[in-house]
């Protein structure tokens, strides 16, 4: 069974720096479209930044120059580097990919657990 484990949050101070992690675990024939995602209380979840197989990255304009999403395909793994943290990153980050097993013709979407990020200012 395919899952994706996440690791890195924590407790910062406004101006510092994260990096969560994502790997995904199990069967895994091919992994697209891996992204990051957070959702702060009573706000609605919204996409970060996300990298295609093929490379192609994309971001919210809130973070971009301060995120980065990298992989690292031979580790099933995708990263998110945070940096010049502000209070309103305070959130939890969930990351998430379309995944094909192996042996299966079906792309699934997949959710981490859940990492919580606390920025304090």
């Known amino acids: 069974q395919v899952q994706l484990v996440e690791s890195g949050g924590g407790l910062v101070q406004a101006g510092g720096s994260l990096r969560l992690s994502c790997a995904a675990t199990?069967?895994?024939?091919?992994?697209?479209?891996m992204g990051w995602y957070r959702q702060a209380p009573g706000r609605q979840r919204e996409l970060v930044a996300q990298?295609?197989?093929?490379?192609?990255?994309d971001y919210a304009d809130s973070v971009k120059g301060r995120f980065t999403i990298s992989t690292d395909n031979n580790k099933n793994t995708w990263y998110l580097q945070m940096n010049s943290l502000e209070p309103e990153d305070t959130a939890g980050y969930y990351c998430s990919a379309d995944i094909r097993e192996l042996f299966s013709t079906r792309l699934v979407s997949h959710w981490g657990q859940g990492t919580q990020v606390t920025v304090s200012s």
């Open positions: 199990g069967r895994i024939g091919r992994i697209n479209n």
């Open positions: 990298i295609s197989s093929s490379g192609s990255t």
